[in-house]
């Protein structure tokens, strides 16, 4: 449950709205490694102005984020990138609404993706997937993969699942792939 939240405001020096969207950006990886920061945005308000909101299970998240890496960067570069100190506001949640852990990116379902041996697999931070293998991708077929790959996103964790299922013992499946071999 999130009880508490912090919002900071924070102001670009003229020239430096790049280097501060950069900045934000570059916290993710950060925000991440910390388990009590239930969520964290970065947010853009206008063309020099631009925001945190973060959100906390109780105060001691909230303790642990502003003692972390990113408050600590956030302190180092306020002078040369903000045109006021940053202003940090503390607080409570009052109601909140997230997507239940696990939530996949395609509605929470896990995916099922027929693959071959040295079948290129690629999956963006946005959860979508790519697959470097024309035959199975337009096929889909389950008569055309050497294995199933189940998949799915959590967007809650940032995290990729993928699990080996359906894997195939022989080869016989080569004649409706292959059927001249």
Not at 123 to 147: C, K, W, Y
Request: glycine content about 10%; aromatic content about 6%; charged content about 25%.
């Amino acid at each position: 449950m999130i009880t508490k939240g912090l919002y900071v405001r924070l102001e670009a020096k003229p020239g430096k709205e790049q280097e501060v969207e950069q900045f934000l950006r570059g916290a993710l990886p950060l925000v991440r490694s910390e388990p009590d920061t239930i969520a964290w945005f970065a947010i853009r308000m206008g063309p020099s102005t631009f925001g945190i909101f973060d959100a906390f299970p109780n105060d001691a998240g909230r303790q642990a984020h502003l003692s972390g890496q990113v408050a600590a960067a956030l302190g180092e570069k306020a002078s040369d990138l903000f045109a006021q100190p940053p202003a940090i506001q503390k607080l409570d949640v009052l109601a909140a609404q997230l997507a239940p852990p696990g939530t996949a990116a395609n509605g929470g379902a896990e995916e099922r993706i027929p693959m071959q041996v040295g079948s290129e697999l690629r999956i963006r931070n946005t959860g979508e997937i790519v697959i470097g293998n024309p035959e199975v991708e337009l096929a889909r077929s389950q008569n055309a993969a050497d294995a199933t790959l189940a998949y799915r996103f959590n967007r809650g964790l940032g995290e990729h699942v993928l699990r080996l299922v359906d894997p195939v013992a022989n080869r016989r499946h080569l004649k409706d792939h292959r059927p001249g071999d």
